[in-house]
């Protein structure tokens, strides 16, 4: 047998004649004449030395080899179609964009450690990141399309998939003089502080208020500010005391004095996609990069948090 001779289009009409029973159903399945079926079938019969159907009135049938040698045809197909696969795979991730959406303190603190280490796997896909205050926004951009990837710390609906990466625990933050008369922070020797606190329609202040209705407490913000950074400037200047998500507050002032909350608190950060989208190969493998960074623990270790 000369292997060379032996040409894709003749597998393909062997596997049609086998699936269809006969040459003519075969060749409409192909988008060939009948005669083109019946040549290819016979060239090989011919290359291979042995009869692989027998003809009559009731259409073609595969004969002993060639029931053997049409699942060798079907698994070179196959084959042949994973090559398919993986060359496209290949040019999708030779350029495009990836566009991610984020609340500020992962944004910060989190995705430029996982957008160098991807482009150096993938340099040619760029990357767009948008920064939200809200999660919200994260979501509807999700909807609308304007992002593939997004970053939340608020639970989402079943329209999302999700994959859950670290916990960021809530903190009291207290001005560098302070001096507690108790160990651990209580909630009362808290409240002594004037409180700096997010505006009350911020996402971080209703998990906050939600957690103190549900600890009996209540806080009456003497300072409401919108920068995490201007809440840790001003506690550090002795101003008064916050509650924030660690994350949130980084890089924290050597001088600032931090206290777990008397009822611990903690934020889960997800990363989530639209579940129906017809994502491109290079928000995979950004996804993927982003698995690998939090499973061999650069960045959650690098930050403190908890896997």
């Given amino acids: 047998m000369n292997q060379d001779s032996i040409k894709l289009t003749q597998l393909r009409a062997m596997v049609a004649v086998a699936e269809s029973g006969n040459f003519s159903s075969a060749g409409l399945q192909l988008g060939v004449s009948q005669s083109a079926v019946s040549h290819a079938i016979a060239t090989l019969e011919a290359e291979l030395g042995v009869v692989l159907f027998s003809r009559g009135r009731h259409g073609a049938h595969l004969t002993p080899v060639g029931e053997r040698m049409v699942q060798h045809a079907r698994q070179m197909l196959d084959l042949l179609e994973v090559m398919d696969k993986e060359a496209s795979l290949a040019k999708g991730l030779e350029g495009g964009q990836v566009r991610v959406t984020s609340i500020r303190s992962v944004g910060t603190h989190v995705l430029p450690e996982v957008i160098a280490q991807f482009r150096d796997r993938y340099p040619a896909i760029s990357v767009a990141l948008t920064e939200y ?139 989530l996609t639209l579940r129906d989208a017809l994502h491109p190969p290079s928000v995979y493998a950004f996804l993927d990069t982003l698995k690998r960074s939090f499973s061999c623990g650069t960045v959650a270790e690098g930050l403190g948090m908890k896997v």
């Avoid at 994260?138 to 939340?152: S, V, Y």
């Avoid at 001005?175 to 505006?199: C, G, N, S, V």
């Avoid at 919108?226 to 002032?253: F, K, N, Y």
């Fill in 133 to 271: 205050r809200g999660d919200d926004g994260i979501e509807q951009a999700l909807r609308e399309g304007r992002a593939d990837i997004g970053f939340t710390c608020l639970p989402t609906g079943s329209e999302f998939e999700t994959i859950e990466l670290f916990q960021d625990e809530y903190i009291a933050l207290l001005p560098p003089d302070a001096q507690l008369k108790h160990a651990p922070l209580t909630w009362e020797e808290l409240a002594t502080y004037p409180m700096i606190m997010p505006a009350a329609t911020d996402y971080c202040s209703l998990i906050i208020q939600n957690h103190l209705t549900q600890s009996n407490q209540s806080i009456n913000p003497a300072y409401t500010i919108t920068e995490d950074s201007t809440i840790v400037g001003m506690v550090m200047r002795g101003l008064g005391a916050t509650i924030i998500a660690r994350l949130a507050a980084e890089p924290l002032p050597a001088d600032v004095q931090v206290h777990g909350l008397p009822v611990p608190l903690v934020r889960t950060i997800r990363v």
